[in-house]
């Protein structure tokens, strides 16, 4: 009971800071903020862990094991990322010492650089994978040798990717990264196939070690320069934004926004009713002036033609037409003169 007790806080806790960090989202139109995109990440997969840890603990022993076992993993996961999240959002309020807060900004600038690095990192690692895979999926001569015995050495290419095993070319060439080399990854057979696909693995880690990685060091190092030249400057910037955050805040820190979204939310119901009313009496006090308008055109043209009085409108009409035509007599005369 004491740890549903827990997670039900958490979930409070997580629910309240959603609702602000989707509020401060929303309100950010010409750029997208990466804090409040990072604390919505973190409370919804807290939320989720929490709630998934709550409907596992009721579970009764009609479930089976094996569903309950899934569920707590998959909860375990949830929670385990979302803690990370939340413990290395830290750095965030790094950002109003003076003494970290350069190192914070550092630290989100050089991320950039990372994404562009990666984004190039992972079009070579698709390219070479199918490569590779697809020369050493065919069937090979093994050598007559007690290197085939050893465990150490088998083909890891000869499928794509397996989800519950270490083996696959998708695997094998992503950890190698952190350790390159190994050519034992390709078996022990023997054969121009092979020696191709030594060829393929073998450019891959030049350009994963000799190429991207002092790629990445330059890159960062050019963004660690350029932050120092305007170190103050750039931490008072990330301060004050840190301060007109709470500034602005108009509403109750967690968890009692809870209640100022109630509060709100049905303030927004009452505002749209009194919107559609508002409506409804606009919709009739145009139909009622267009009533009276159309009314008194017909009132005035009745007025017009009406015997009381001394000229009608039919007596103008026919006053016109005999002007008009003396006129074009009077001008066919004259023509006739000339």
Known sequence: EENIHFRLVIITFSLSHLLRDIAR???????????????IVTDVLLIFGASLAIVTSEFDQSVSSSVKQDLEQTEACFTGIGVTLAITKLFYWC??????????????????????????????????????????????STKDSNNCTDPEIRNQFSSFFHLNATEGALKTALWSLFDPGHPEYLGCAYGFARTTALTLWAAYQIVNIIILMNLLVALMNNTMALINKDKEKQWKFYRTEIWLRFLNDKGLCPPFNILDALINSFKCIDAQENKNKKKKEEKVK?????????????????????????????????AKRNILNHLKRKEKSVRQKD
């Open 25 to 39: 989202f929303q309100q950010s139109i010409k750029r997208i903020p990466f804090w409040e995109f990072y604390s």
């Open 95 to 140: 950002q109003l010492s003076s003494w970290l807060g350069p190192l914070a900004i550092s630290i989100k600038k050089v991320f950039r650089d990372i994404l562009m690095v990666t984004t190039a990192y992972l079009l070579f690692y698709l390219a070479f994978n199918v490569g590779i895979q697809y020369i050493m999926s065919v069937t090979m």
């Open 286 to 318: 145009t139909k009622y002036i267009n009533l009276v308008s159309r009314l008194s055109r017909r009132y005035l043209r009745h007025v017009e033609d009406s015997d009381a009085n001394d000229a009608t409108r039919e007596d103008l009409e026919n």
